[in-house]
Nanobody, 128 residues
């Protein structure tokens, strides 16, 4: 059974950093697209960042470009989201998702329905 489990959320002050982890089990992250989405109450889930693990292509939402970095650790079968320069508007529940890659990472990463394996989410709160 394919599973992804998020961890690393928490409370951080504005300008601070967090690193989220998405650990995969039941499959190896060799030929997948792994995405981070986030959701706040009353809003739709939105794509934050993606990585195509077989080729390393990445995508970032405009709101996080230059502040967030997605990466893959094959040894630990984990994808990370390094979040720096956090802002209060980054407060959300962050979800990891995975599925077989599409030709366009950018297009796939804006489509919630493109992903079948989802984690339970990890909460990030940015507040002073």
């Amino acid at each position: 059974q394919l599973q992804v489990v998020e961890s690393g959320g928490g409370l951080v002050q504005p300008g601070g950093s967090l690193r989220l982890s998405c650990a995969a089990s039941g499959f190896t992250l060799d030929y997948w697209t792994v995405a981070w989405f986030r959701q706040t109450p009353g809003k739709e889930r939105e794509g934050v960042s993606c990585i195509a693990t077989h080729e390393g292509d990445t995508w970032y939402a405009d709101s996080v470009k230059g502040r967030f970095t997605i990466s893959k650790d094959s040894n630990n079968n984990t994808v990370y989201l390094q979040m720096d320069g956090l802002k209060p508007e980054d407060t959300a529940v962050y979800y990891c998702a995975a599925d077989r890659p599409w030709p366009s990472v950018q297009y796939m990463c804006t489509m919630i329905q493109a992903f079948k394996s989802w984690g339970q989410g990890t909460e990030v709160t940015v507040s002073s």
